[in-house]
């Protein structure tokens, strides 16, 4: 089993800052592609950002520019820039991990997800 906690989420002013975070926990061997979804209330839930085990980025054309998606190996973590906020950005902000675990298989975990409001 594994856990994904997001923090970081919060009110924000149009054209501010935010940085996300995403921890992974419990079984893991091997954390292959992690993720960053949004969903915004009545939308259907939509990809952000990812990043392979090889440090290969994707990001979705609402977010190039003014997001940057990281994360650290030693902690199994996974981060979100987010600057130049937009009130359309807002949505619940979901961590997405496809795990390689030592029993020889793997498995896409969710976290919870945090809010991220833009609003004046």
């Known amino acids: 089993q594994v856990q994904l906690v997001e923090t970081g989420g919060g009110l924000v002013q149009p054209g501010g800052s935010l940085r996300l975070s995403c921890v992974a926990s419990?079984?893991?061997?091997?954390?292959?592609?992690m993720a960053w979804w949004r969903q915004a209330a009545g939308r259907k839930r939509e990809l952000v950002a990812n990043v392979t085990d090889l440090q290969v980025t994707n990001y979705a054309d609402s977010a190039k520019g003014r997001f940057t998606i990281s994360r650290d190996w030693d902690k199994h973590a996974l981060y979100l820039e987010m600057s130049s906020l937009k009130p359309e950005d807002t949505a619940v902000y979901y961590c997405?991990?496809?795990?390689?675990?030592?029993?020889?298989?793997?498995?896409?975990?969710w976290g919870r997800g945090t809010q991220v409001t833009v609003s004046s």
């Open positions: 419990g079984n893991i061997r091997r954390v292959y592609t």
């Open positions: 997405n991990a496809f795990v390689g675990h030592y029993t020889n298989y793997v498995n896409t975990y």
